[in-house]
Structures are given as C-alpha cells and as structure tokens.
T-cell receptor
C-alpha cells in the first residue's frame, strides 16, 4: 500500500511569485485535504477535494486554489506569495462515500519559505 | 468559531511514567476526535481516533472522551524517550469536512 506523497519537499520563493505544490493520495483514497501549518501552530484547513470538486474551504483567500485529478492526486496553487505564506503545507488523504471521509492520513509535507 | 484548546506545555515526565495530555473543544456538534503525534520537522502521524464516550485503548495509548464536558484526553503509559514529540488534538464536526486542530502539547520524556 502506497502512502501519501508530496512534492517538492522544500521550496524557496520570493514575495509576489506563484507556487504549485503536489500531492498523491494513499492507495484506495478518494479525498484530499490541504492544511497550512505555521511554526508553533496546529495545522489550519485550507480546502478539501472530493471527486475533483472543492468540498469545503477554510478561511483562506482566493489566491489559494486547488485541483484534484481523476487519479485523486491534487495540486495546491498559491498566487501572489506573501511572507506570511511561509509554512509547512500538508496534504492529507482519506476515503469517503459521500464526501469528506473520516480518518485523514498526512503526507510528509512541503516546507515553503517566502523571502 | 470552532476552537480546540490544548496546553502547549512542555509537559515533562520521566521514562516509565504516565503522560496525560488534555484537549477541550468548543462545539457540542463535534463527532470525531483524533490524536496525532508530530516529531520536530515531520508531518502529523495518526495515533488514535475515538468517537464514543469512554475509553479506547491501543497498546500503551488510551484515549478518553467525555462529550458532556467537551473534553478528550490521551494517556501514554510507560512513557519512552521516543514518545518525545508534539501531540495534536483534532476534532471533526458533524457537518464539516475539515479537521480542527489545537496548537499541540509538547511532551518531553527524560531517560
């Protein structure tokens, strides 16, 4: 069974740039959730994708957007990067029959530094 | 505003002792409760889930849930230095898709 994978592991960008983070869900899972974790904080929910549609969104501006592909992998895109976007970005996969799924399993994360 | 509160710690216990980690949540509509362990620089790793009032045991770990008091706890018996990590409490609300996390409690187990 393949676990959740994310790429890249680390990324350095400058303010105003755009970034794309990628996630492959665990085998058998159909739902992907994205979280942002700032240093010393718990993960904050960005959004979730189920059957290629956004299935819930946290308190993040529209410059945070995403996609889910037919193979259930997902991308997180962030436009117009700000210094405060520096964080660990976590992807979590789960299985759900009506959206959402129950237990979420996290990938290794992508650490983004915005200079 | 749905909130999950944890004592940030650090909680320090000697090797072999019982570590007790606590979490409170604000919304009575909460349905599912999870404990994750996060080592420094790593991603959260699921330890346990609990859905019903009472205790749930898995090896050295016991999760306790009291919905009336809006309280969930994690007990770690026979604590080991390898248990030193940040423990995150997460709550899923009935109509929600997201996990709402606390800020985590840092546990330090000394040998």
């Amino acid at each position: 069974e393949t676990g959740v994978t994310q790429s890249p592991t680390h990324l350095i960008k400058t303010r105003g740039q755009q970034v794309t983070l990628r996630c492959s869900s665990q085998s058998g899972h159909n739902t992907v959730s994205w979280y942002q974790q700032a240093l010393g904080q718990g993960p904050q929910f960005i959004f979730q994708y189920y059957r290629e549609e956004e299935n819930g969104r946290g308190n993040f501006p529209p410059r945070f957007s995403g996609l889910q592909f037919p193979n259930y992998s997902s991308e997180l895109n962030v436009n117009a990067l700000e210094l405060d976007d520096s964080a660990l970005y976590l992807c979590a996969s789960s299985f759900g029959t009506s959206g959402g799924g129950e237990t979420q399993y996290f990938g290794p994360g992508t650490r983004l530094l915005v200079l | 505003q749905k909130e999950v509160e944890q004592n940030s710690g650090p909680l320090s216990v000697p090797e072999g002792a019982i570590a007790s980690l606590n979490c409170t949540y604000s919304d009575r509509g909460s349905q599912s409760f999870f404990w994750y362990r996060q080592y420094s620089g790593k991603s959260p790793e699921l330890i346990m889930s609990i859905y019903s009032n009472g205790d749930k045991e898995d090896g050295r770990f016991t999760a306790q849930l009291n919905k009336a008091s809006q309280y969930v706890s994690l007990l770690i018996r026979d604590s080991q230095p390898s248990d030193s990590a940040t423990y995150l409490c997460a709550v899923k609300y009935q109509a929600g898709t997201a996990l709402i996390f606390g800020k985590g409690t840092t546990l330090s187990v000394s040998s």
